[in-house]
């Protein structure tokens, strides 16, 4: 069984994956944009039980940005990382991945609230909203949950996110990732320096 490694930007937090990737795909959802700060999320659909954290769970912070739904992210640098189960599957931030993970995206979706900004012009399949079929209210996939979910509440954007929680406390650990990070490898981009991390 295939196992990914996933880690935030500071490194507090490190977590593994166990078994397959699937419906690896954007999604140009506003919460989704809101959340990643990019022009889409890119991630994969992973087995929720698969999932184990390795260091930091204790700094993970978790936003309800719709009801019932929470997205997670390190306390201490803010990066997003798998969060809320959705019938079994969680979605699993790409970018979080250490090394190929051996899946590519095969899909666009809600690419009608796209960014004004950004253009799809790749070949993929792109969707207003979930990829067609998911709506089957007794589909046993992971994306019928999303829209069952999801479509009670509010109609036009996936799953993600609405009230603050309280933030889990600072974790005096840490300190290591980002600095070890720009100190060696030095290939990231400058945005982000995290405070304390030199
Ligand atoms: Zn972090
Ligand atoms: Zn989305």
Redesign the pocket.
């Known amino acids: 069984m295939a196992t990914h490694r996933g880690s ?6 490190v977590y593994e994956i166990d078994g397959p990737l699937q419906h690896t795909h954007h999604c140009h959802c506003q919460y989704c944009r809101k959340s990643h700060g990019t022009q889409c999320a890119t991630g994969s659909l992973a087995a929720s039980a698969g999932r184990r954290w390795l260091r ?1 769970e204790s ?1 993970i912070v978790r936003y309800e940005s719709s009801p019932g739904f929470h997205r997670w992210f ?1 306390v ?4 997003p990382l798998p969060g809320d189960d959705i019938g079994g599957l969680l979605f699993v931030p790409l970018g979080n991945l250490d090394g190929d993970p051996g899946v590519r995206p095969a899909f666009h979706m809600f690419a009608k609230a796209k960014a004004p900004w950004w253009e799809i012009r790749d070949a993929l399949p792109a969707f207003d909203g979930f990829p067609p079929g998911v709506d089957a209210s007794d589909a046993p996939d992971l994306e019928s949950q999303r829209i069952s979910k999801h479509h009670g509440q509010h109609g036009s954007d996936c799953q993600y996110g609405r009230e603050l929680e309280p933030a889990a406390p600072q974790s005096p650990a ?1 300190q290591m ?1 980002l600095s070890r990070r720009v100190g060696l490898a030095g290939q990231g981009c400058q945005v982000g320096r995290a405070d304390g991390a030199r």
Do not use: A
Request: proline fraction near 0%; glycine fraction near 34%.
């Open positions: 935030c930007l500071c490194g507090e937090v930091g700094s390190c201490r640098c803010g990066s840490g990732g």
